[in-house]
């Protein structure tokens, strides 16, 4: 059993910063990308950052230069630290992260996702 607990979520005025953070915990054998998703109502969920387990990154244009994702391995845990919020960021924030566990002897690679945390950006 798996999960991804994030935290960090919460209420902003345009311009300010939040730091959101998803750790990851269970069987787990090894993690490989790890990434932050975001669903605004009305909208389609889109992907916002993602990092390798190698730490190579790529980000959504639209928060290019504002976001940062990063990850400490040892604590399987990944970062999203967002500044110049906009309130065309307000979304539910979803962690999500491609992890391999061990059922017996066999290696299982599954995606798993976070239960999402509100970010509310506001004018």
């Known amino acids: 059993q798996v999960q991804l607990v994030e935290s960090g979520g919460g209420l902003v005025q345009a311009g300010g910063s939040l730091r959101l953070s998803c750790a990851a915990s269970?069987?787990?054998?090894?993690?490989?990308?790890m990434g932050w998703y975001r669903q605004a109502p009305g909208k389609q969920r889109e992907l916002v950052a993602a990092?390798?387990?190698?730490?190579?990154?790529n980000y959504a244009d639209s928060v290019k230069g504002r976001f940062t994702i990063s990850r400490d391995n040892p604590k399987n845990t990944v970062y999203l630290q967002m500044n110049s919020l906009r309130p065309e960021d307000t979304a539910v924030y979803y962690c999500?992260?491609?992890?391999?566990?061990?059922?017996?002897?066999?290696?299982?690679?599954?995606?798993?996702w976070g239960q999402g945390t509100q970010v509310t950006v506001s004018s």
């Open positions: 269970g069987s787990i054998f090894s993690i490989n990308a």
């Open positions: 990092i390798t387990s190698g730490g190579s990154t």
């Open positions: 999500n992260a491609n992890i391999w566990t061990m059922v017996k002897v066999t290696p299982i690679e599954n995606d798993y």
